[in-house]
């Protein structure tokens, strides 16, 4: 694993993809931008199969997997590209089943998400007499702000509820408009003080399931050094491969490409700001996955 200094550019992935047995990789912004599916990617990561490699896809989607694979079908990604995807949404639900909460008061779009709350037998619409908070973003992601939330947070706090953080990304890049996620909601009600689980990277759970997932399917253990994963966020993807102990490939031309591109490449410069400050290291760094 490299420091926190900024990691070196690299033009193709494929001689660095081939060091690996399996890859844990990110799904909006390195896979497709949310409008399509990235051709480049997906030779990629189709090349990395045909070679024996596994690629689990890991989302902080706040619905099932097989909703996942449902929009990325619609993407036009091949299924043939990925071995099996771990979702947030999946995590989420298995934390409220092994919780074993009743009654939850529900925060996000019931209709984009149902594909989630309707897995939940019991929903609230007062969070008096709710067990805990299921979060899958905010209710109206267009016109609303995490402050927003606020007074509804302090009191949920008051009421003791946990919070499970469906989507614990802080925004989402839709056709380079950002939109705020369920992780803006999740971080108010930290500094409120209430009990959050994050059922996504940057935590260890997301990386702990997708690894038992690759396992099962090589059905072999697979060494932390024959893992990669692949991602454009440096708060997710960046902070959860160190906090787990792999390495990682930075994908700049995702969330972060105001902040490192100029013309579709990366600037140096731009590049080691943006891995200052003990932010955590990568691997190398491309603009746009491609073998």
């Known amino acids: 694993m490299t420091g926190t200094t900024?990691?070196?550019?690299?033009?193709?992935?494929?001689?660095?993809?081939?060091?690996?047995?399996?890859?844990?990789?990110?799904?909006?912004?390195v896979v497709h931008n949310g409008h399509a599916?990235?051709?480049?990617?997906?030779?990629?990561?189709?090349?990395?199969?045909?070679?024996?490699?596994?690629?689990i896809l890991v989302s902080n989607a706040p619905v099932p997997n097989h909703q996942v694979a449902s929009m990325l079908d619609q993407l036009r990604l091949p299924r043939e590209t990925w071995d099996a995807i771990v979702s947030s949404g999946d995590i989420a639900l298995r934390h409220v089943d092994s919780q074993g909460y009743g009654k939850l008061y529900p925060i996000g779009p019931q209709d984009r998400d149902a594909a989630l709350f309707a897995k939940v037998a019991f929903l609230s619409g007062a969070l008096k007499g709710s067990e805990a908070i299921l979060c899958s973003g905010l209710n109206d992601d267009r016109t609303e702000t995490a402050e927003d939330y606020r007074d509804v947070l302090s009191r949920a706090r008051d009421l003791r509820l946990p919070f499970v953080c469906a989507n614990p990304d802080f925004v989402v890049d839709v056709g380079g408009r950002l939109y705020l996620c369920a992780g803006a909601l999740g971080d108010v009600y930290e500094e409120l003080g209430g009990d959050v689980f994050w059922a996504g990277k940057p935590?260890?759970?997301?990386?702990?399931?997708?690894?038992?997932?690759?396992?099962?399917?090589?059905?072999?253990?697979?060494?932390r050094e024959r893992l990669l994963v692949i991602g454009d966020s440096v708060r997710t993807d960046m902070k959860g491969a160190r906090t787990f102990g792999v390495d990682a490939l930075f994908i700049a031309g995702g969330i972060h490409r105001e902040e490192t591109l100029a013309r579709g490449r990366i600037v140096p410069e731009r590049l080691a700001d943006l891995f200052a400050d003990g932010a955590p290291g990568a691997t190398a760094a491309m603009a746009h996955l491609g073998w």
């Open 37 to 55: 599916a990235l051709p480049e990617a997906s030779d990629a990561l189709l090349r990395f199969r045909k070679k024996g490699g596994t690629v």
């Open 6 to 29: 900024a990691p070196p550019i690299i033009e193709r992935a494929g001689e660095l993809l081939q060091r690996y047995d399996v890859l844990f990789c990110d799904v909006w912004g």
């Open 203 to 223: 935590h260890a759970v997301a990386y702990e399931t997708a690894l038992l997932q690759a396992q099962e399917l090589r059905q072999e253990v697979v060494p």
